[in-house]
């Protein structure tokens, strides 16, 4: 499946809905509500209005983590109400909820919204090719001895469109272009070998950074904070696409371009550190929470550190993976750089 959380606004106000894109892509195709194909598959099968909201708010709730959170049993359930919306040919349910939706129609939200946790690793040594040697440093030899990554903030989670802001304390800002799982099934000390498992589906992250404030925070030897847990900062989508759809996520091309002008053409067959070695590590005398999502770290040429460029203000970015679609924003200043990287209170 490829999962789409969305909202849309009612005579009753805002409406969080979770769906499955079923044709097209994120910005122009069709999509199906969970919730609503749910309670019309169950009225056909001679379910009562009380049962029928009791079982979708435990299979088919317009939550991705409360779906992922229901295991097997919502998977099923969503896959056969899809099957008998299309089939069917439903466009409401019974209580004359709308079950299809055009992608054109919709404000995208997160492919998954406030996880327990993030947690951003490094596994393209591309990118450190291209980056330490500016830093005049030698990449760290413990870089190939352990996939190592920093804790983000999950309430800082951005969306597909949605328009980014430039924090006060950022003259420029920088995209990463990463790759991301989400984690469908919890456990500790996870072996490589079973690691697949517990991967529940796939999606596009980018990764925007503050890079001055970034650089001084680490100076100290902690971070990053501020330079990446800004308001949107962390962007995720448009679509979670389920693990079973996807053969090799090892192959999957990674295209980027600023404005119209390409400056990624990488591919996740590049990375040292894959998400099984990821997992058994942070796993490692850990408990993992289902629903948390894990960054790929960025592919070569996926940002514009390597490269000596920078983001403005009116930029568009646009992300690009095979199977996963693409994931565009737009960086905009509605504050006024504060000039300097002084705490002002």
């Known amino acids: 499946m490829k999962l789409l959380a969305f909202e849309t606004v009612t005579s009753e106000g805002k409406r969080r809905h979770l769906g499955a894109l079923v044709e097209g892509d994120a910005d122009s195709g069709q999509i199906i509500d969970l919730t609503s194909a749910s309670r019309a598959l169950l009225a056909s099968q001679g379910v009562g209005k009380e049962e029928s909201e009791r079982l979708t708010a435990l299979l088919c709730p317009p939550s991705t983590l409360g779906f992922i959170e229901g295991g097997g049993r919502a998977r099923e359930h969503a896959e056969k109400a899809v099957e008998q919306v299309l089939t069917q040919g439903w466009d409401k349910s019974p209580t004359d909820e709308v079950i299809r939706y055009s ?20 596994a393209f040594e591309d990118h450190l090719l291209n980056v330490f040697p500016k830093l005049n440093r030698p990449i760290p030899d413990e870089w190939y001895r352990r996939p190592v990554y920093y804790k983000g903030n999950p309430s800082s989670i951005g969306a597909h469109r949605q328009e980014i802001e430039f924090p006060e304390y950022a003259e420029f800002l920088d995209l990463e ?4 799982i989400v984690i469908g099934k919890g456990g500790a000390n996870i072996k490589v070998e079973d690691a697949t498992k517990h991967i529940y589906g796939y999606t596009i992250y980018n990764d925007f950074s503050a890079r001055a404030i970034q650089s001084a925070e680490m100076t100290v030897g902690l971070g990053p904070a501020k330079g990446k847990d800004f308001i949107g900062a962390h962007v995720l989508g448009p679509v979670l696409v389920t693990a079973d759809e996807i053969a090799d996520p090892y192959v999957l091309n990674m295209k980027c371009w600023i404005n119209g002008e390409q400056w990624t053409d990488g591919s996740s067959a590049k990375m040292h550190w894959k998400f099984e070695q990821m997992i058994a590590y942070a796993s490692w005398n850990e408990e993992l929470q289902v629903g948390e999502v894990f960054g790929s770290g ?30 565009e924003n737009r960086v905009v200043r509605n504050t006024p750089f504060i000039g300097n990287l002084e705490y002002p209170f």
Not at 104 to 120: A, T, V
Not at 177 to 180: C, G, L, S
């Open 177 to 180: 272009f990463e790759f991301a």
């Open 298 to 327: 960025t592919v070569g040429d996926g940002s514009g550190a390597e490269q000596d460029k920078v983001l403005n203000p009116g930029d568009v970015i646009k992300l690009e993976m095979t199977t996963l679609g693409t994931l």
């Open 103 to 122: 992608a054109s129609d919709i404000k995208h939200l997160p492919s998954i919204i406030q996880p327990p946790l993030l947690r951003d690793f490094m």
